[in-house]
């Protein structure tokens, strides 16, 4: 991975790193039914995108074609902040983190009266968001580590399956993307193996992947922090989360990670933003049929919309640069528009 | 990870590090069939071992037990050098960089007369086994990193697919143990994911490890270095290999390593050295049933005899102290004898 990774909580932690959501119980089953006794991709309207991954699940699945791929070396990797849920106003993971403050000052009340904390604490989100990134670093540092693995995970649970977003009044598992649902049922009805590869952390994706995207906890890729063996006052191991950074899973740190964690390159990569472009670019260089994809966003009514691509509103959260669009073009990749391409966007609508 | 993670490539890194070994073409898949048509275990004597894991399986998948698992989180970890293979004189993988030498001594002739190369290119074994740890560090470093990583997957398959090791004159991947390949079977007939967590690289071993131990390479954890992402003079990107130690998966670095790509804990774990313990620790530590394995080397006709536990002869390659057989015994593991448990070592006997 790049020399930067041993830098602690770096800046593209930040940024990039945080982002959590699962459905309602239950709706997961339903799109994978659906997706096996109905048309693939319901959710999706015809067009240049949807027939860019009928063609390349055709040309990779069908033993006739000159570019299929043996089953077991199907791999599709997908960004998940903005590529398979929501990221605006904020990655769900920083919400996590800010609401986490109240425990964390509990356990240590001398840091009430101790910047950051005490602006988190006020609940303000004008100031909060007016924090620094170093700022941001500190209070990811005090509410994502130190505490043992188990814990972490109880309590990371315990905020998913109840925490609401500030918009849609709904659980941040309500919020994913019902057409890229559809593809990830798609693409496992064909052989393929799916892989949340996400800036996010990927021990919180982890707490829900499985019963939101279908996608088990070790096929999850996200920046990870380091963890230390060792053993409670009756002998019993345990592992305690550290605050060293041990893969920054974004930018050129996605390929990287994929080749640590998976040791194959993907056929297929879906992403939103700069923090995917290596990954995609990775995927399109191998031989055969790729696809690279990206989700743009587009459609400030039913979400939201921001680029700068395209003379989309300028964002720091999920970035989609006209370079970006520009690369696009030029390597073949797919741009996904919300507002053309999906029917729906959430299955609750 | 633990803090030397860093510290380049490491002490434990060589002493733990390097291993190999496929089977036959067609030998893995005779061995499930095996395992799926006649009585599992069919290598095994009647006795203890055996039993626990009959026990283990039975426990654990049976839909009555009280320690049933589902079927999506039932995880065992193998250990690879000693456990699943022949470790004995030498790591495999590090006859493979000793082999290697030459290769990079005509890219960079310099080297020639330089030591450690300069030994290691007389091929003198009693020589060899005299350089030090930081001579063999010095050539595990140039002979394993620095070239594009799927240059390193063509060499290192070259390699596996003809070298043959000096006591059998066999391909080193025929040195896999025919009883332990069917735990694997069985374990995967009873639908647990089967994960090999090594010392060894973990680049190397899964050039190999889907043929011979039929576990696919995303499910093999090993020691690894770090990759970097970069483009060719055509824009094209490629993966090198670092000389930058990120996962040293040895002692506490297995379980952490576990946790990182796995994210969950095995219900049942195989070693045979002190470099498991952790491993073997961190499984048994679970709730409801578990299983902890150690196998002894103590067959000097068939394969080795090495300890030092019970008398056997010391070594630094799998060391299995007396210490290591206490706390077996204190905490419920259960050793295989390769003498008295075995029918068999290998599948060409």
Redesign the interface.
């Known amino acids: ?3 930067s ?2 830098d602690g909580l770096s800046r593209r932690f930040v940024l990039g790193a945080l982002a959590a959501m699962p459905a309602l119980p239950g709706l997961l089953s339903a799109s994978v039914a659906e997706a096996q006794t109905e048309a693939p991709l319901a959710s999706w309207n015809e067009g240049p995108a949807k027939q860019a991954i009928l063609d390349f699940i055709r040309a990779t699945t069908d033993a006739s074609s000159k570019t299929f791929v043996p089953r ?1 070396e199907r791999v599709a990797t997908f960004d998940q902040d903005g590529t398979l849920w929501v990221e605006h106003p904020m990655y769900t993971q920083v919400v996590y983190c800010l609401d986490r403050v109240p425990v964390v000052v509990k356990e240590k009340p001398k840091l009430a009266g101790v910047e950051p904390f005490k602006t988190a604490l006020t609940g303000d989100f004008e100031k909060i968001a007016k924090l620094s990134l170093h700022d941001l670093e500190v209070i990811l540092a005090a509410t994502l580590t130190g505490m043992d ?1 188990d814990a972490f995970n109880a309590e990371a649970k315990a905020w998913i399956d109840s925490a609401r977003d500030h918009r849609w009044k709904r659980l941040y598992t309500e919020l994913t993307y019902q057409p890229m649902q559809e593809v990830l049922s798609f693409f496992r009805a064909n052989g393929f ?1 799916t892989y949340i590869v996400t800036g996010g952390g ?2 919180f994706v ?1 707490v829900y992947s ?1 019963r939101v995207y279908g996608i ?3 096929q ?1 890729i996200g920046t ?1 922090g ?4 060792g053993y409670d006052k009756n002998g ?4 305690t989360k550290e605050p ?1 950074l ?1 893969l920054n899973d974004n930018y ?1 740190g996605k ?2 990670g994929i ?6 390159r993907p056929q297929a990569a879906f992403g939103n933003s700069t923090g995917d472009q ?1 990954m995609l ?2 995927a399109k ?1 191998g031989d055969g049929a790729r696809l690279a994809m990206l989700v743009l966003h587009d459609d400030a009514a039913r979400e939201y919309a921001y680029g700068p691509a395209q003379g989309l509103p300028d964002t720091k959260v999920g970035t989609f640069t006209q370079a970006l669009y520009d690369e696009v073009k030029k390597d073949g990749w797919t741009v996904i528009s919300m507002k053309d391409d999906w029917k729906r966007i959430f299955a609750f609508e």
Chains 1, 2 share one sequence.
Request: without cysteine; hydrophobic residues 30%.
């Open positions: 991975m790049s020399s990774h041993s077991e693995v193996k990927q021990d982890r499985d088990p906890r070790e999850v990870a380091g963890v230390k063996y019993k191991p345990f592992l060293k041990l050129a390929p990287e080749h640590f964690m998976i040791g194959r290596q670019e990775y260089a």
